[in-house]
């Protein structure tokens, strides 16, 4: 990362870093897509286990891998303070945090997996695929939120395209597991649901293999000497990302949280509307991928450029993802409506699932514009690392207007299962709205400050 003088140069900085985290997103997201499909090809009962193991699984991940985050904004920092042991420090006591975190999961599943199982009324075969599913995927875990340490500490250095392309390395081999596992190909064992699991955590330890030969041997990564830092323990740096990390994994996990609440609320209704729902959710969190993108992109350069006290760039930078979130969420949600109809045909065959389809996607402008607007807000105010106020204002947002909202328009008047989705969009643009003002307060509490040597940091 560099200095910028001009909007051009911004503009130009910033989709630099936000292309290879987009590809990296959408890359993840490939993974999940492969154990969906090739799982579904196998048995539509060894889907199902797989699907609801990764209910489980993934607000879990969401929210205590959100934690670990927090290492981008704090070394984005001291990378632009030029406090190069700093950086290292940081980064070494997140990798602490991981093994820690994925340590407790792995005890916790092995105590409580099969009661929170038990809770699921649901098929044997399928309950016990789902246990099979965790179980193999359980393997993965220290080495997935090594992944999530390493590449924060990368992409706090401004050297996104790393991570790139080693995500998109690892796809093939992903891919190549699952065909292996799940089938029982090339003399492998047929393990059906569960191979998806265990393909999955191979792919971790490959993924994480990789970042740590590139930590330990690649310029500039290899002058940090990370690894070296794990031998100096600080208790002060540890409750440094936790104090970052713990209320974005929060606000993560409660957003992640919301929609699989109304996901359970809408399977009230017939399975066309649940149907119907879920491919309509699909499709807004493969166009979310680019707001959220951007949203990564934007906590590194505020945090880099606050770090070298250019608080003019680090407030351009944050006004320049919003504008350019709402641009590609507005342009998305315009062309979402236009080919409404075909997009659901590529989901769907039912007429009457894809009219019901159409009717959530005709309403994609407004949530696609909203759910940018809120994330590009909170990218920005965590690059400020303001994140306790703004976690609060997304729970107050979520559960208390989203929620409530979307139940009152689904139980109370005609439009039924679309109250829902319309109660979300509400919701998302409250939070959304709050979090641009909160943003404009911490700007100006940083102009007020800025005749000072070091730039204050919001972080109440």
């Not at 140069?9 to 910033?14: A, S």
């Not at 450029?305 to 641009?327: P, T, V």
Request: charged residues 10%.
């Amino acid at each position: 990362m560099y200095q910028t003088y001009t909007l051009q140069d911004k503009l130009k900085q910033l989709t630099y870093l936000l292309i290879p985290i987009l590809i990296t997103q959408l890359g993840m997201y490939t993974m999940v897509f492969f154990n969906i499909i090739m799982t579904g090809q196998y048995d539509s009962t060894e889907l199902a286990g797989v699907a609801i193991g990764s209910s489980i699984w993934n607000p879990i991940f969401t929210g205590l891998g959100g934690i670990l985050l927090a290492v981008s904004p704090i070394a984005a920092q001291r990378f632009g303070e030029n406090k190069k042991q700093g950086v290292s420090s940081i980064t070494a006591h997140g990798i602490y945090l991981s093994i820690g975190l994925g340590l407790i999961i792995i005890f916790l599943g092995y105590l409580y997996l099969d009661a929170v199982l038990e809770m699921m009324k649901v098929d044997h075969h399928v309950r016990q695929t789902a246990k099979e599913f965790l179980l193999g995927l359980s393997y993965g875990i220290i080495p997935l939120f090594l992944f999530n340490v390493l590449r924060s500490f990368i992409y706090a250095l401004g050297k996104t395209r790393v991570v790139m392309v080693v995500l998109l390395f690892s796809l093939p081999i992903n891919f190549l597991f699952n065909y292996l596992l799940i089938f029982g190909n090339g003399g492998f064992p047929e393990l059906g649901g569960a191979g998806a699991g265990y393909a999955t955590s191979i792919t971790y330890w490959l993924l994480t293999s990789m970042m740590i030969l590139i930590t330990l041997r690649q310029k500039p990564f290899k002058g940090y000497r990370v690894l070296e830092s794990l031998t100096k323990f600080s208790v002060s740096e540890l409750i440094e990302v936790l104090k970052i990390g713990v209320p974005m994994g929060l606000a993560l996990f409660f957003e992640s949280a919301i929609f699989a609440v109304v996901t359970i609320l809408i399977s009230k209704f017939d399975m066309m509307t649940v149907a119907a729902y879920q491919a309509a959710i699909n499709v807004m969190v493969f166009i979310y991928m680019i707001p959220l993108s951007i949203s990564m992109a934007q906590t590194v350069l505020i945090g880099y450029e606050i770090g070298s006290g250019r608080l003019r760039d680090a407030k351009a930078y944050a006004w320049i993802g919003i504008y350019l979130s709402l641009i590609i969420a507005f342009v998305g949600g315009l062309a979402v409506i236009f080919f409404r109809y075909e997009i659901a045909g590529l989901y769907l065959h039912n007429p009457k699932v894809i009219e019901i389809m159409v009717g959530f996607l005709s309403f994609a402008l407004f949530f696609m514009v909203a759910d940018a607007l809120q994330a590009a807000a909170l990218g920005a105010l965590r690059g400020y690392q303001d994140v306790i106020i703004s976690f609060l204002m997304t729970l107050i947002g979520y559960w208390l207007i989203c929620l409530p909202l979307g139940y009152f328009l689904a139980q109370s008047t005609k439009l039924g299962a679309i109250g829902y989705w319309l109660g979300l969009t509400v919701g998302l643009f409250a939070v959304g709205i709050v979090l641009v003002v909160r943003l404009h307060i911490i700007q100006k509490k940083q102009q007020r400050s800025s005749g000072k040597t070091e730039p204050i940091l919001a972080v109440q």
